[in-house]
């Protein structure tokens, strides 16, 4: 893309975050004119924290949210977001796993989740001022620094192990779970496993493995045939995953691994757990 230049910088999690940070991204873009993205639904959940101009939400497909930020936490999406970024776009991403939205913001995930919502409206110490010490900091490295800092004098006590339990089987299969097994296995009702899971997580269960099972097949078009990818991530068929591509990326399955959309995993250099491509 012409008239753009970006910088992204990866540096290691520090190992009290590990399980509740993905990673954490130094990104920093200059370009001519504002810059429009879509993103698909994703479990990796960005906070943002911000130093440079202003970023806009456009549309929040199944969400609410749209409007202009400095620093935000994007919460679980049961859809797509569109964004729009400033001429001088410079920020810190961290990669909440949606356990640890509780753990280090202090609020339920089910507060957040299918919305954009202010830094400064969940924790204001992470705010303006800390954006200011953000663009004074000189480094990434000290810029990681201040970040995983702030984070870890946050770290709040563990999930239900319950709820930890329910989304490890959901992730390891990759969302292919059969959540009334799952639920059976923990021997409380599915009202009660729905409630505390959702509450903590932000989505139910069911909800919750949909995202998990598009994210993996996401990773996968462009690699494989959309056939191909379907079966393997457990679609019923081709015309399945489409309507699915649609509902959690905006576009089918074609047009998606085309347009290449940004995700967290891009963000990171990984792919999900479960794609072909490690």
Not at 30 to 39: T, Y
Not at 99 to 113: D, H, Q, S
Not at 212 to 230: H, Q, S, T, W
Request: hydrophobic share 40%.
């Amino acid at each position: 893309m012409t008239g753009v230049t970006r910088e992204i910088v990866r540096l290691p999690t520090h190992p009290g975050l590990r399980g509740l940070v993905a990673g954490v991204v130094g990104f920093r873009e200059r370009s001519a004119v504002p810059l429009e993205r879509r993103q698909p639904a994703g479990t990796l959940l960005p906070l943002v924290l911000s130093f440079g101009d202003p970023f806009e939400i456009v549309d929040v497909a199944a969400g609410d949210g749209v409007g202009t930020y400095g620093s935000f936490l994007a919460g679980f999406m049961p859809g797509p977001v569109s964004t729009r970024s400033g001429r001088n776009h410079a920020c810190v991403q961290v990669y909440l796993t949606p356990l640890g939205v509780g753990r280090l913001l202090g609020v339920p995930g089910r507060e957040v989740a299918a919305r954009v919502t202010g830094v400064e409206d969940l924790i204001p110490e992470l705010g303006t001022s800390f954006s200011e010490q953000l663009a004074e900091a000189g480094t990434w490295r000290r810029r990681f620094d201040l970040v995983q800092s702030a984070l870890l004098a946050r770290a709040g006590e563990p999930a239900d192990p319950m709820v930890e339990w329910l989304w490890d089987r959901i992730t390891e299969s990759g969302g292919q779970a059969h959540i009334g097994n799952l639920v059976a296995e923990t021997g409380w009702s599915h009202r009660y496993v729905t409630t505390c899971f959702q509450r903590a997580v932000g989505l139910t269960p069911k909800a919750a493995a949909g995202v998990v099972r598009f994210e993996r097949a996401a990773a996968d078009l462009g690699r494989l045939p959309i056939a191909e990818v379907a079966a393997r991530h457990g679609y019923a068929d081709q015309s399945h995953l489409t309507r699915e591509a649609v509902r959690y990326a905006g576009e089918p399955p074609a047009a998606l691994a085309a347009g290449r959309r940004p995700t967290a995993h891009t963000a990171l250099g990984t792919t999900p757990a479960g794609s072909r491509v490690r």
